[in-house]
T-cell receptor
Framework: DTAVSQTPKYLVTQMGNDKSIKCEQN?????MYWYKQDSKKFLKIMFS???????INETVPNRFSPKSPDKAHLNLHINSLELGDSAVYFC?????????????FGPGTRLTVT | AQSVSQHNHHVILSEAASLELGCNYS??????LFWYVQYPGQHLQLLLK??????LVKGIKGFEAEFIKSKFSFNLRKPSVQWSDTAEYFC??????????????FGTGTRLQVTL
């Protein structure tokens, strides 16, 4: 059983298009995240949702819009894709209230914008 | 805000050599510390974590790390590396007593290459 799953695994698209990446976790966690990993492997948090509520929103262009229909899902929609959006996007989840906030990561979505 | 430094960007070792990867963080309050590993083409997996108690923590695959509060460090060690340890290693920190307790801040990563 996959704990944190993402679809699609690979996404190739042209500049200007709009695309979505989906994330689901079956761990029963109440907090979910989106990270961007650039070509130098640097990982940066983009968003975090706790029980469907946005709690972390880093400096991310407003072309990126997360949506959490329920606490097991956190989707990422990107409008007007740019070349610089090419990266690997990781979804993660954790459980609040444990005091540790250990995060479990999905397999990643490699987005290539041409 | 917390930050994490990993000074070794690329480490090359022969099999059976000992490993130590440096990690320093900057934050004066209570911290939780993590080491994650990313094998080529794969997602991040947790190697080990520190949140309280014994500052020497043992993780999976023979890895261990020591939290030295006075040095703001959490270095990763393994006495004898294997070719299969070739991967990217990330140190991360969060501040559990703050309003952004869930925010994990990652270091820039260390690429470990183990040669046969």
């Amino acid at each position: 059983d996959t704990a944190v799953s993402q679809t699609p695994k690979y996404l190739v698209t042209q500049m200007g298009n709009d695309k979505s990446i989906k994330c689901e976790q079956n761990l029963g966690h109440d907090t979910m995240y989106w990270y961007k990993q650039d070509s130098k492997k640097f990982l940066k948090i983009m968003f975090s949702y706790n029980n469907k509520e946005l709690i972390i929103n880093e400096t991310v262009p407003n072309r990126f819009s997360p949506k959490s229909p329920d606490k097991a899902h956190l989707n990422l929609h990107i409008n007007s894709l740019e070349l610089g959006d090419s990266a690997v996007y990781f979804c993660a989840s954790s459980q609040a209230g444990t005091g540790v906030w250990e995060q479990y990561f999905g397999p990643g979505t490699r987005l290539t914008v041409t | 805000a917390q930050s994490v430094s990993q000074h070794n960007h690329h480490v090359i070792l022969s099999e059976a050599a000992s490993l130590e990867l440096g990690c320093n963080y900057s934050y004066g309050g209570t911290v939780n510390l993590f080491w994650y590993v990313q094998y080529p083409g794969q997602h991040l997996q947790l190697l080990l974590k520190y949140f309280s108690g014994d500052p020497l923590v043992k993780g999976i695959k023979g890895f261990e790390a020591e939290f030295i509060k006075s040095k703001f460090s959490f270095n990763l060690r393994k006495p004898s590396v294997q070719w299969s340890d070739t991967a990217e290693y990330f140190c991360a920190v969060n501040a559990p007593d703050t309003g952004t307790a869930s925010k994990l801040t990652f270091g820039t990563g260390t690429r470990l290459q183990v040669t046969l």
